[in-house]
């Protein structure tokens, strides 16, 4: 190989893979638990001058080889992909949760990693935080949670203190959901606005961001020992706790039988989803 | 089964498929070579009173039986789902190209549906019309195309006859690279303006809407035969037209062989992009 | 005046008039207090078929011809324009708060109208409905208060019941400081979601705004009898309140002096904004 | 004064007086025709902690000095804002062109400023240039252009070169109905790619940018020598180029008299807006 124009490209694959060993080592050494790969950068600015199918098979042969060396060392941490749609690029190849668990089933990979979802990352792909966490969950990949905040109307990546407590409840409820975040966790992403110049802002956004979180924590624990939101949630798909539910979720019902089903059922009605009821009792919990 | 609020949700979903039984019939009839699911209400308004998971399972349970009964009556026609990322649900589940192929795949339906990708629904997801042709494309999902547009500034459905040959040049070029769309093709999910109350202005979007898809073949054909862009993307990743390139494309570069080969590699400098050149091009094309 | 093709623009405007002075008159007749101007489509589609000034000056005339009517025939209720900046136009003429005050700036109407502001209208403006609020009320334009939420990711009007108290609370800090808002009031823009299919729904719903709001009030007393968050905010400008900061605020304080000035002090130093103490004293009074 | 923390927004104000004072001196002395006021930071981050009406009143204490000092030293050049609505902060004053419009007219500065419309900055606004131009244009402000772009779909400034020939065609259709912008012009707010890294890319871009805006003006003419599309907005009002009409534009129709005159009309019906038309032509030009 000579450095120079024509091997450059190869050239950052290459480099990137050598920093990456070193870094994946060093975890391993200081007992790291997870290994989290901010892929900032990786996607495109325009189309026009980018072959994406084949950007996405280096970026696959990349983590393979992470997924290799990781067992090889004998290092048992989480690997995670934090999703995040743009900036600085037209589009990142981690646009959100789903697509990411798209790449991921893609090239095999789906067992190896779990996601970092990042709160300001979720709102700029046009998803709530509460979204991404769910998609992660149900795709069995959440992993670890940056607990930030951005503006629903601002276009890039304000790493704010996450100081609403309606948002860090709604986490909360996934987290208990999904069994806690073992062996990953919550990390403050965040920093001070650049007009908070004062020493003692550095204090009041660790402590309110602390605050805000276990406040989300006890208000998550409240409504479920409340119950009255599950309940309301049970209760709309409790057609499915039937005998026919079952068939159905068991995928023992063919087109043919639920024809034969639909001409017996007389007239339905969709039950009520209860948004108001759902909102007016999350509200009250806060 | 009795009808009443408490079996409603089921019921939904057995109607729906007697639904699809029937009309899939009468598409087999009539010599139907297309198949689209237009998931327009499949999703959410809040996450407070919805449990995806079970709902994407649900989604899935259904999918599985359109196949088996697709297989069963002999129709070898494509199924196609259409994404759309949100309108009127707060969060639609095929929200796009990517979020539907993973679904797809989680479920193992990957091989049994195509996309039929809207334009202006890529727009509304926060995409070009070219990202979710290219993303349907590299995932082998790319069937058929809606041809319309939207403004990318609005956020709703506006369904509008695709004016911009830029952008159906784009469309074109991965028609092109798809190896064209049959047994698919383009049709017109487009309707004129409101305000549009002569009789001519229906034949005038309908012809400058044709012209336009003409155009951009035109377009598309005359810069492939130009190949200064696609000389200007090989140029871009040649590095990778190497034996070491080819050993990393094959997955045969571990990180203990590529951190060897950085020591070898002297200092490498990232080829240009060239972005400005790129649109340059594409723009005189048009 | 022959009907048909050819006068019809100028058709519409002279039934609206007509619309309108009857619509004023049953007003005045039913001891109306507040008289609205809902401009859902004054706008454009684009700007390729569109004379925006021309439009403009309409609407002026219009409005004009409103006022003049108005005095006629005794009416004094208040004129309300309510801003909305898109859908189903591309661009609508009372885009946002200050859109709609410098259009009435321009035409000489200011003092003859005030907005009703509509916190889904300002959120698919790119503000926050405290933003519009807060915009009316330094413009001496806030008349009245549709009280909904939209979705901030979302991207076409929803109308949902407020049910956010942080929301209602930001819309009461504003309320109080502008000495309430009579004779305008707060009315529900809002309606059930689709799915809501319960009667008690519509109960459940209206109950939960309207107890949405008067804790938003309730928060807002207590955020202003406690004064922590008016103290921080009077610290960070309390500079002006000197004697120099009163002869800039005076408009006695040109350049020349103010240079001389800038040699006398000494390095300075920017206070500290304090957003993160900011947001935490506020969400500590929900 | 005593620099230090109690005195410091004030000190901000007095350092930028004297700051502009001599930015302006020199800016005379060179011959210079426009002072361009960038207000890029000239906002707020959060409501909670910020009186936006003082600071505006700050703002427009500060451009009258700015007017008083430019007449004052003998300078004619034009004095310049240049509209832009965030990033880095939540939400600038100067938002977009309306927006500045209502400013200068709240404060009696309408006949001392233009505007220096950034196209790039329309979009963040939400709005097309065009429509940032027009707007500024019929306000009376149109001063000079910033000949950049940006994606309609990214939220942050990119100041990426405008490549676009049908944008560049719009933005000159208004440069020519407004006679020109002397003494402003065009100037490139733009910059390379950070992936384009060739020294060459940088001449590429700057003959591109000019040769699209030198396409756009020859389509601009092309477009208005044709006259199909000026002629079609022609027809589209025509039926106000009548007595009625034009008693209507004096403001001579009240409602009583339009009440009559509706009552006289017979059925009428909307002239077709012919958007699809107009889209084709404005097309055919490219």
Redesign the interface.
């Known amino acids: ?15 990137s ?2 920093q ?3 870094a994946m080592e060093v975890t391993h050494y200081l007992g790291g638990e997870n290994y989290v790969f901010w892929g900032g950068r990786e996607g495109y ?10 950007e ?3 970026m696959a ?1 990349f983590f ?3 997924v ?2 990781k067992k090889k060392i004998g290092f048992n941490g989480t690997l995670l992909i934090e999703p995040k ?4 690029t ?2 990142q190849y981690d ?2 949760a ?2 990411s ?3 991921l ?2 090239y095999g990979l789906i067992d190896e990693f779990k996601l970092n979802i990042e709160c300001n990352h979720a ?6 935080c ?2 991404e966490l ?2 992660a969950r ?2 069995g990949l959440l992993g670890n949670i940056d607990a930030n905040t951005g ?6 990546d304000t790493d704010q ?1 996450m ?4 948002e860090a409840t ?1 986490a909360m409820l996934t987290v208990i959901k999904n069994g806690g975040l073992a062996p990953g966790g919550f990390n403050f992403d965040a920093k ?7 020493v003692e ?1 550095l204090f ?2 660790h402590i ?1 961001g602390m ?2 979180l276990a406040r989300g924590l006890r208000n998550a624990v409240k409504l479920l020992e409340d119950g009255s ?1 599950g309940e ?2 049970r209760k ?5 706790d ?1 005998e ?2 079952a068939q ?2 068991a ?1 023992k ?4 039988f ?2 034969k ?23 009250s919990a ?1």
Not at 85 to 88: G, H, I, K, L, V
Not at 236 to 240: C, E, L
Not at 253 to 256: C, Q, S, T
Request: charged fraction near 25%; proline fraction near 3%; charge should be negative.
């Open positions: 190989m000579h450095g120079g124009a024509t091997s450059s490209e190869l050239g950052v694959y290459v480099y893979a050598a990456v060993k070193k600015q325009s189309l026009l001058n980018t072959d994406m199918e084949r996405l098979d280096h042969r393979e080889a992470a290799a060396y749609p743009q900036e600085p037209k589009h646009w959100d789903a697509t668990a798209n790449f089933r893609k709102t700029l792909s046009g998803h709530s509460h979204h769910e998609t149900i795709n503006d629903p109307q601002v276009g890039w203190f100081m609403d407590i309606g709604l001070l606005r650049r007009e908070s110049t004062d802002d009041i956004a309110a605050d805000t939101l309301l949630v709309r798909y409790q057609s499915f039937t026919l539910g159905i979720e995928g019902a063919d087109f043919d639920l024809e089903k639909a001409k017996e059922l007389g007239e339905i009605k969709v039950p009520s989803a209860k948004q108001e009821l759902a909102e007016m009792i999350f509200q806060l």
